[in-house]
């Protein structure tokens, strides 16, 4: 059992800190925002994770899992072994990581700490982030206290990272100190994964080319399935066919209206941003990007083509989140379509199962739906824009008969073209051949 403090309760720092305490570790999580704590000491999540309330509920209760908004507390109290950095590194200008509360974090470790430290990076923070981690702790430190800093990426997906946390691809663990990145192994340990060690660069460079890997390979197939449909051909089969091949996998090869959320977008403009910086011309990811911003406009395009114009029409969104599972609104593609349709003259209502609340903050002027039905009352389209399982099943028959017009554009390739021909649709697909588009 070791102790460890947790810097921030975000999906990734919350998921982290309650999986640690699960394995047995005391874990004191600190957030500064204190609305946050004070809702988790009495049991309510700042975010939606499944599983993951049961989770923090658990280890409470067995007296291994806290919270503070004492850094004193949260460091000297236990004593922390390991202080794991988990703070968000939203986007600056230009790209570039804003890195303000990994810099408010590190001086405040500085600040408090009384006794030797493993500080374990898990932001998502540009190169070199690591040695600068270590001067700003160095430059704070009151009297000198040994400590090292070990970079640990997350490979978390949301709406899966218990899962993803408990049953890692690999753990990679970069620091100059291989002795301090050995420990942090050690609390690996009992998750039987292959464990990566290098230095703090390299592991800091992996999570950024892994990110930019799987965006890359999504706005891939989202290319394939506009020649697809200029040619013919159906995209779900041609991925299916692809990724038979173990050197390429099926995984990340779902077609639709592109990645959004609160990594792949930033991510992958920081790598671009870094590496110009640095003189470097990353025109593959500028495509990458380039591509992913395509396909929110082609949904409305493809909503235009079916109504003649969007002026007076009503559009229902199927889903909000930015994938099912979340309740996550950062960078979703429903804000944008959404912007789009009423830029053209459109009504636009929507439904989500369960990113009501947090898209009501950041959409305006939209209809909010009690459910797919009351979204369809009056449609002239409705546009699946997150495959959520409850909207795969849905009463097809009820639904035509709330829309005005049975347009359905469908942004995630949730439904059959022929199934949904047969229903007295005008189905669109994502790259589906001549039937899912003619
Ligand atoms: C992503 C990575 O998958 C995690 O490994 C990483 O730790 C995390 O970012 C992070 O950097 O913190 P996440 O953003 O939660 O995780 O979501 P993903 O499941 O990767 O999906 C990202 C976006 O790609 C979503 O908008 C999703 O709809 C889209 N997507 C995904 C597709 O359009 N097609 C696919 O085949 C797969």
């Given amino acids: ?178 002795e301090a990145a050995a420990k942090v192994a050690d609390l690996h340990l009992p998750l039987r994964t292959t464990i990566m060690i290098t230095d703090l660069r390299t592991a800091e460079m992996i999570k950024y080319a892994s990110n930019a890997f799987l965006a890359a390979k999504i706005s891939f197939i989202n290319e394939i399935a506009a020649i697809c449909e200029a040619l013919g051909a159906d995209v779900k089969e041609v991925a299916a066919g692809v990724g038979y091949d173990k050197r390429i996998g099926r995984t990340f090869l779902d077609a639709g209206i592109g990645w959004g959320g609160s990594c792949f977008p930033k991510d992958v403009k920081a790598l671009a941003y870094m590496a110009t910086v640095h003189g470097r011309h990353p025109q593959l990811l500028q495509a990458v990007m380039d591509i992913n911003t395509d396909q929110r406009r082609l949904v409305v395009q493809k909503v235009r083509d079916c109504l003649g114009t969007l002026e007076g029409k009503t559009v229902g969104l199927l889903g909000l989140a930015f994938k099912p599972n979340t309740d996550d609104m950062r960078d979703a593609p429903s804000i944008d379509i959404a912007h789009m349709l009423q830029a053209e003259g459109a009504l636009v209502k929507a439904y989500d199962p369960v990113a009501m609340v947090s898209a009501a903050r950041v959409l305006h002027d939209v209809v909010l739906a009690e459910d797919p039905y009351e979204l369809a009352e009056g449609c002239d389209a409705i546009i699946v824009v997150t495959e959520w399982n409850e909207f795969k099943q849905l009463d097809m028959a009820r639904l035509k008969r709330a829309m005005r017009q049975p347009v359905i554009v469908d942004g995630r390739n949730i439904y059959e073209p022929e199934t949904m021909k047969a229903y007295g649709f005008t189905y669109r697909g994502i790259g589906r051949g001549y039937n899912g588009c003619g």
């Fill in 1 to 178: 059992m070791k102790n460890i403090c947790v810097v921030g309760v975000g999906y990734v720092g919350l998921v982290t800190g309650t999986c640690f305490a699960d394995l047995g570790n005391r874990v004191c999580c600190l957030d500064i925002n204190a609305e946050r704590i004070e809702g988790l000491k009495r049991g309510i999540l700042p975010i939606y994770e499944p599983g993951l309330a049961e989770m923090v509920k658990r280890n409470v209760q067995a007296g291994r899992l806290s919270f503070t908004t004492s850094y004193e507390e949260a460091i000297n109290g236990l004593p922390a072994d390991f202080v794991f950095i988990a703070v968000g590194t939203p986007e600056g200008v230009d790209g570039e990581a804003d890195l303000r509360y990994v810099r408010m974090a590190a001086e405040s470790i500085a600040d408090v700490a009384d006794h030797p430290l493993i500080i374990v990076n898990k932001s998502t923070v540009p190169v070199g982030t690591g040695d600068w981690v270590a001067d700003i702790i160095r430059a704070h430190q009151k009297k000198p206290i040994p400590f090292s800093v070990v970079s640990n990426p997350e490979f978390l997906r949301e709406g899966s990272a218990i899962q993803d946390f408990l049953n890692p691809d690999r753990v990679v663990l970069g620091s100059l100190d291989r």
